[in-house]
């Protein structure tokens, strides 16, 4: 549309795919004409690769998503489409949870439509590959890949991002390059392809005075402000219209308030500490304690707040004075820095954490160098 090739489209449209490609493509449609447009999706509501507020604003325009229907066949008369015919599937999960959608049994359902928009991506084919070479695949025609050199069964042979994993993001594949080169710079020197350079990190004290950093650290209770929208109606008159309205100034402002400067850390220096409490007093979400050490199962009952997700490690210092450890919930931490303002010695302090990853660099006479 962007490129002026196409200017209306039919008033029934159905596009199949689950990502923000879908989601661009469901409310273009609905800008260039069409009255009665749908998603549909083989997978789950959750599973859709589109992000949430993607989806939210699809729905806000009163475009269903319609999901676990896995197209079969395009129906046509006279030689013009009529509609899509579907099966309905469910995931099922195998001993080592991958996900499988089969067939439920229940009758094909089958939706009118003058115009299908096929917004499902792309896959990876390796067929050119032959399979005598050393290289070998899964079931899924997929490469096998060593997930931390990212190397192939045959050796010299690097595989990363969707080629090698399957679809992510521009990141994720950015950052296995990085780490496939340096694979390659070790491959190519001989050395060893599992001994990773490490990166660079560093702490840097935000501490200005005894009450002042260097960050804005005040609380805000507030929820997520949401971006102002046009009212739809005007919204769907035409697709070049902004939508999103942007945040005032005042708003703007008190939006960057509720950031959790989650770069910068929390630091304990357990010879400094007293055990006076202080912090577990003043903590505004009850994310400190100190106890008795246990193993990381007991320990996470006997918090102040249990720590439920478990994705999440625990902060425990080494053995304090009394023998009892500080222990600290990450998963809740708001990085306020109130327990390094009240404490009296200085045990805790808040420090900007910075990584830079490592990267292949002929510097050095192609050494891997962090910078």
Same mark, same amino acid.
């Given at each position: 549309?962007?490129?002026?090739?196409?200017?209306?489209?039919?008033?029934?449209?159905?596009?199949?795919?689950?990502?923000?490609?879908?989601?661009?493509?469901?409310?273009?449609?609905?800008?260039?004409?069409?009255?009665?447009?749908?998603?549909?999706?083989?997978?789950?509501?959750?599973?859709?690769?589109?992000?949430?507020?993607?989806?939210?604003?699809?729905?806000?325009?009163?475009?269903?998503?319609?999901?676990?229907?896995?197209?079969?066949?395009?129906?046509?008369? =006279?030689?013009?489409?009529?509609?899509?015919?579907?099966?309905?599937?469910?995931?099922?999960?195998?001993?080592?949870?991958?996900?499988?959608?089969?067939?439920?049994?229940?009758?094909?359902?089958?939706?009118? @439509?003058?115009?299908?928009?096929?917004?499902?991506?792309?896959?990876?084919?390796?067929?050119?590959?032959?399979?005598?070479?050393?290289?070998?695949?899964?079931?899924?025609?997929?490469?096998?890949?060593?997930?931390?050199?990212?190397?192939?069964?045959?050796?010299?042979?690097?595989?990363?991002?969707?080629?090698?994993?399957?679809?992510?993001?521009?990141?994720?594949?950015?950052?296995?390059?990085?780490?496939?080169?340096?694979?390659?710079?070790?491959?190519?020197?001989?050395? =060893?392809?599992?001994?990773?350079?490490?990166?660079?990190?560093?702490?840097?004290?935000?501490?200005?005075?005894?009450?002042?950093?260097?960050?804005?650290?005040?609380?805000?209770? =507030?929820?997520?402000?949401?971006?102002?929208?046009?009212?739809?109606?005007?919204?769907?008159? =035409?697709?070049?219209?902004?939508?999103?309205?942007?945040?005032?100034?005042?708003?703007?402002?008190?939006?960057?308030?509720? @950031?959790?400067?989650?770069?910068?850390?929390?630091?304990?220096?357990?010879?400094?500490?007293?055990?006076?409490?202080?912090?577990?007093?003043? @903590?505004?979400?009850?994310?400190?304690?100190?106890?008795?050490?246990?193993?990381?199962?007991?320990?996470?009952?006997?918090?102040?707040?249990?720590?439920?997700?478990?994705?999440?490690?625990?902060?425990?210092?080494?053995?304090?004075?009394?023998?009892?450890?500080?222990?600290?919930?990450?998963?809740?931490?708001?990085?306020?820095?109130?327990?390094?303002?009240?404490?009296?010695?200085?045990?805790?302090?808040?420090?900007?954490?910075?990584?830079?990853?490592?990267?292949?660099?002929?510097?050095?006479?192609?050494? @891997?160098?962090?910078?």
């Amino acid at each position: 549309m962007s490129f002026g090739h196409i200017e209306k489209i039919g008033r029934r449209v159905i596009v199949l795919g689950g990502g923000n490609t879908a989601m661009d493509c469901c409310r273009t449609s609905r800008r260039l004409g069409g009255e009665d447009v749908k998603v549909i999706v083989r997978s789950g509501f959750d599973e859709m690769k589109a992000s949430p507020w993607e989806k939210e604003d699809a729905i806000h325009e009163d475009i269903p998503i319609l999901n676990f229907l896995v197209p079969k066949e395009f129906t046509h008369k =006279d030689g013009k489409l009529t509609g899509v015919l579907f099966e309905e599937v469910a995931a099922t999960f195998d001993e080592k949870g991958r996900r499988k959608l089969l067939p439920t049994g229940a009758p094909d359902q089958h939706y009118e @439509c003058d115009d299908v928009l096929v917004a499902v991506g792309q896959e990876n084919a390796f067929p050119w590959i032959e399979r005598d070479l050393g290289l070998e695949f899964d079931e899924w025609g997929m490469p096998k890949v060593d997930p931390v050199t990212f190397q192939s069964t045959r050796p010299g042979v690097f595989f990363g991002g969707d080629a090698a994993f399957g679809p992510k993001n521009i990141i994720w594949a950015v950052a296995q390059g990085h780490e496939a080169a340096v694979s390659i710079d070790r491959f190519c020197q001989g050395g =060893d392809l599992t001994d990773r350079p490490p990166p660079m990190t560093n702490l840097v004290s935000q501490k200005m005075g005894i009450h002042e950093w260097s960050y804005d650290n005040d609380i805000s209770n =507030d929820q997520r402000f949401r971006v102002p929208l046009r009212e739809k109606v005007e919204a769907l008159k =035409d697709v070049k219209i902004e939508v999103e309205l942007g945040f005032d100034l005042k708003q703007g402002l008190a939006e960057a308030q509720r @950031c959790l400067n989650c770069d910068v850390q929390t630091v304990f220096a357990e010879p400094l500490c007293i055990e006076c409490d202080a912090c577990v007093d003043i @903590c505004p979400v009850d994310c400190i304690t100190f106890t008795d050490n246990g193993e990381e199962e007991d320990l996470r009952g006997r918090l102040k707040a249990p720590a439920l997700n478990l994705d999440q490690a625990l902060m425990v210092s080494a053995e304090l004075k009394t023998g009892r450890v500080m222990v600290k919930d990450e998963d809740v931490c708001l990085h306020c820095g109130l327990c390094a303002e009240r404490c009296p010695t200085g045990a805790w302090d808040m420090q900007r954490f910075t990584l830079e990853m490592s990267h292949a660099s002929d510097v050095g006479g192609g050494a @891997c160098q962090a910078r």
